[in-house]
């Protein structure tokens, strides 16, 4: 079974640029979230996707961020305009609830940095 | 609203010896606990977790970690450290304080392995 992955693995930007991370789940998972790691802080939840549905996005920075899960599988977390305190490593997880158990499922991330 | 504390920035022992990486939680209500590992360059991969079932949770690669309540506590302990153990670790945890899924992490503890 094929894990959680991200494209690109890095991407290196000028300010004001725009940049899109894209995130494939584990198939068959509903849940996808968001995280990210900026230098020296400790990783952060973003937004969380119950299919194509946005179920929390109280993590999300400002309205500069954008995801989407159009169709409920893979998700986009698009950045516009860059700014320089957005570089760090964003991860990408999902999983499947079956009762209250639930474990995430880290992709290896994408290593943004706004130059 | 939940959190977690590593005590120790940078952990380092000798290969052979015991690994001890130490994590206090804070919940209002019984929490799931996670212990993820990061290698460089690589994603977050699960070590293990605690779901109120067995307050001693085994994990991959000869990993373990003791849920104590009255101290909330959830270290993560090995009996010999190995060189592919170096790496970076989190104490993360997810519980029903907010009603969201969001997992909380640690800060992170960096092990090194010395020969």
């Known amino acids: 079974e094929a894990g959680v992955t991200q494209f690109p693995s890095h991407s290196v930007i000028e300010k004001g640029q725009t940049v899109t991370l894209r995130c494939d789940p584990i198939s068959g998972h509903d849940n996808l979230y968001w995280y990210r790691r900026v230098m020296g802080k400790e990783i952060k939840f973003l937004l969380h996707?119950?299919?194509?549905?946005?179920?929390?996005e109280s993590g999300m920075p400002n309205n500069r961020f954008l995801a989407e899960r159009t169709g409920g599988t893979y998700s986009t977390l698009k950045v516009q305009p860059a700014e320089l305190e957005d570089s760090g490593v964003y991860f990408c997880?999902?999983?499947?609830?079956?009762?209250?158990?639930?474990?995430?499922?880290f992709g290896p991330g994408t290593r943004l940095l706004v130059l | 609203a939940q959190s977690v504390t590593q005590l120790d920035s940078h952990v380092s022992v000798s290969e052979g010896t015991p690994v001890l990486l130490r994590c206090n939680y804070s919940?209002?209500?019984?929490?799931?606990l996670f212990w993820y590992v990061q290698h460089p360059n690589k994603g977050l991969q699960l070590l293990l977790k605690?779901?109120?079932?067995?307050?001693l949770v085994k994990g991959i690669n000869g990993f373990e970690a003791e849920f104590k309540k009255s101290e909330t506590s959830f270290h993560l302990t090995k009996p010999s450290a190995h060189m592919s153990d170096a790496a970076e670790y989190f104490c993360?945890?997810?519980?029903?304080?907010?009603?969201?899924?969001?997992?909380?992490f640690g800060s992170g503890t960096r092990l090194q392995v010395q020969p």
């Open positions: 605690y779901t109120s079932a067995a307050t």
């Open positions: 919940s209002s209500y019984s929490p799931s």
């Open positions: 993360v945890v997810s519980g029903p304080d907010t009603g969201r899924r969001a997992l909380t």
């Open positions: 997880a999902s999983s499947q609830v079956r009762g209250v158990q639930e474990t995430q499922y």
């Open positions: 996707f119950v299919k194509e549905s946005k179920q929390d």
